[in-house]
Every structure is written in structure tokens, then in C-alpha cells.
T-cell receptor, first 110, second 117 residues
Framework: QKEVEQDPGPLSVPEGAIVSLNCTYS??????FMWYRQYSRKGPELLMYTYSSGNKEDGRFTAQVDKSSKYISLFIRDSQPSDSATYLC??????????FGAGTRLFVKA | GAVVSQHPSRVICKSGTSVKIECRSL??????MFWYRQFPKQSLMLMAT?????????EQGVEKDKFLINHASLTLSTLTVTSAHPEDSSFYICSANLAAGSTDTQYFGPGTRLTVL
């Protein structure tokens, strides 16, 4: 079993839809959770960073962590074609060894 | 803040030659940097962890003598692909670890596309 599971998709949605991206994990010691966005042929960029359980909102993006279920989510409201990218979840226990999900490819159709 | 650069962004070389890729943290110091390889439509594959002033730690299956890593300063790590072959063609991405208090976050460079003819 992988430490972090993420559905690779692709996920295709119409413009304006609410997108839900998810990851599950097995290591209960993970405390720091990140979401990265990677456009084609570019390096990943950090989108959201959360600590422990709870929600964090930044513009159209909301990150949710449920440590009891070992489940994290990224919601994108009012999705735009420019949101089309691969989204990677990542997590660590507090040190530098970060485990990445496989990434979910998202397509937002105009 | 937290900007990481990579150079070159793209390189084409002949089989048998060596290629050096630089990774720099521009506005922070990074004791630890990472090198990843990514094939088309696949996720990041960690190749090695680069530690300033010491030897890199390579992941299982990655040839140390083929992928030479040097982390000579707190802002620069280099990856040299020695005697490159067409199967080494890939997208190489570095990241630099920003340690702030008890939190560690990786910031990625824009990647280097290597094509070996």
C-alpha cells in the first residue's frame, strides 16, 4: 500500500463547476499537508499549506484536512480553464522528507 | 519569496556527453535540495536528496555514478548526468527545502528538459 493515494484522473469539468480533489494516506504521523499545481512542462508550484486538521481558504481554493479519516481535499470554486493542470497532494511529519501523491490531471472546459 | 531557479531550461546533447543542471534558491538558504525525474504524464520520481556540504542520498535504483550531485553552497545544487544516453531523456526538476520553525516546505524549480540524441 502506498503511503499516499491519489486518483490520477483525468477529471474533466465544465467551466464554473466546483472541483473536488482528494488524497488518502496511511501514516497517522503526517501533520503538514500541501497542495501543488503543475502546469504541463513546468515545475510544481505550492498552492496551499495546512497544518493538522481543519480548513484553510485562499480565494477560490479551500484545503480540508480530516486526520481522523486520513483524508485531505482541495476544493476549487468557479473553476476556470486556466485551472487545468495536474494537482499533487503532499505531506510530511515535520521534517523535510515529503511524500507526494501521484497527481490528478484536471481539465476545465470552456 | 521562495523562488527556485533551474538552468538550463532545455538542453539537447549527443549520446555519451555529460550534462550539468544547476538548481538555485534565489531568496532563501536551503540546506537540503531534492532532485526529481518526471516522465510524460507521470508523477514526480525522487532521485536523490542533496545535503549541503555532504554526500547526496540516492533513492533505490538510481545510479550514483551516473547522476552526480554536488551541493557546494546553501543556495546551489548541481546534477550532472554523465555519459548520457537516450533513455536519460526526461524532465528533471529540483526543489529546495525551506525550513521555517517546525515546518518544512519544498519549493520547486521550473524544470529542465533533457533530450539525448
Amino acid at each position: 500500500q502506498k503511503e499516499v493515494e491519489q486518483d490520477p484522473g483525468p477529471l474533466s469539468v465544465p467551466e464554473g463547476a466546483i472541483v473536488s480533489l482528494n488524497c488518502t494516506y496511511s501514516n497517522s504521523a503526517f501533520q503538514y499537508f500541501m497542495w501543488y499545481r503543475q502546469y504541463s512542462r513546468k515545475g510544481p508550484e505550492l498552492l496551499m499549506y495546512t497544518y493538522s486538521s481543519g480548513n484553510k481558504e485562499d480565494g477560490r481554493f479551500t484545503a480540508q484536512v480530516d486526520k481522523s479519516s486520513k483524508y485531505i481535499s482541495l476544493f476549487i470554486r468557479d473553476s476556470q480553464p486556466s485551472d487545468s493542470a495536474t494537482y499533487l497532494c503532499a505531506m510530511n511529519t515535520g521534517g523535510f522528507k515529503t511524500i507526494f501523491g501521484a497527481g490528478t490531471r484536471l481539465f476545465v472546459k470552456a | 519569496g521562495a523562488v527556485v531557479s533551474q538552468h538550463p531550461s532545455r538542453v539537447i546533447c549527443k549520446s555519451g556527453t555529460s550534462v550539468k543542471i544547476e538548481c538555485r534558491s534565489l531568496d532563501f538558504q536551503a540546506t537540503t535540495m531534492f532532485w526529481y525525474r518526471q516522465f510524460p504524464k507521470q508523477s514526480l520520481m525522487l532521485m536523490a536528496t542533496s545535503n549541503e556540504g555532504s554526500k547526496a542520498t540516492y533513492e533505490q535504483g538510481v545510479e550514483k555514478d551516473k547522476f552526480l550531485i554536488n551541493h557546494a553552497s546553501l543556495t546551489l545544487s548541481t546534477l550532472t548526468v554523465t555519459s548520457a544516453h537516450p533513455e536519460d531523456s526526461s524532465f528533471y526538476i529540483c526543489s529546495a527545502n525551506l525550513a521555517a520553525g517546525s515546518t518544512d516546505t519544498q519549493y520547486f524549480g521550473p524544470g529542465t528538459r533533457l533530450t539525448v540524441l
